[in-house]
């Protein structure tokens, strides 16, 4: 993580755990810097909502394919509160309909919710991304993708 505060609270869960201290090895770093770190080194990486915050689709395919040459064989990568490209207009809507009242016409909802999308500053990605990305990088396997509730 980029964050030296989150990597110093880590650092003291993973301390408070018998048998972690040995298994878990924390990194500063931007997604971008791993370079530095060792290939077929790591049988876990996360990636846990930061993904929202890359420029683009493509840093995020050079990151898996870095993070690919970071594992293990058969390691892992967790890639935990993307936000679904699919989704963004019900995410939308849902907010501006619960906010609106009985002046609001649905033309003025609907420009609203296409004001919010064309807002939009995260990056969002579609699932078949992932399924695609997979099939380009060498020993990436798709094992499950779940919707957060909620």
Do not use: W
């Not at 500063?28 to 890359?54: C, M, R």
């Not at 078949?128 to 099939?135: I, K, P, S």
Request: charged fraction near 20%.
């Amino acid at each position: 993580d980029i964050s030296g505060a989150l990597i110093e609270r880590l650092r003291g869960q993973v301390a408070e755990r018998p048998g972690l201290a040995d298994r878990v090895v924390l990194h500063q770093l931007s997604a971008h810097e791993l370079g530095s770190l060792p290939s077929g080194g790591f049988d876990t990486v996360v990636l846990n909502s930061v993904i929202q915050y890359f420029p683009s689709g493509d840093y995020l395919f050079d990151l898996l394919r870095e993070v690919s040459r970071l594992l293990v064989p058969g390691g892992a990568v967790f890639l935990g509160d993307v936000r679904n490209l699919r989704l963004l207009r019900t995410f939308h809507a849902g907010g501006l309909l619960a906010a609106a009242t009985h002046t609001d016409t649905p033309q003025t909802v609907c420009a609203a919710i296409d004001r919010a999308m064309a807002q939009e500053k995260e990056l969002l990605v579609d699932p078949e991304f992932f399924t695609t990305a997979v099939g380009a990088l060498p020993g990436m396997t798709l094992e499950s993708c779940t919707l957060k509730r909620g």
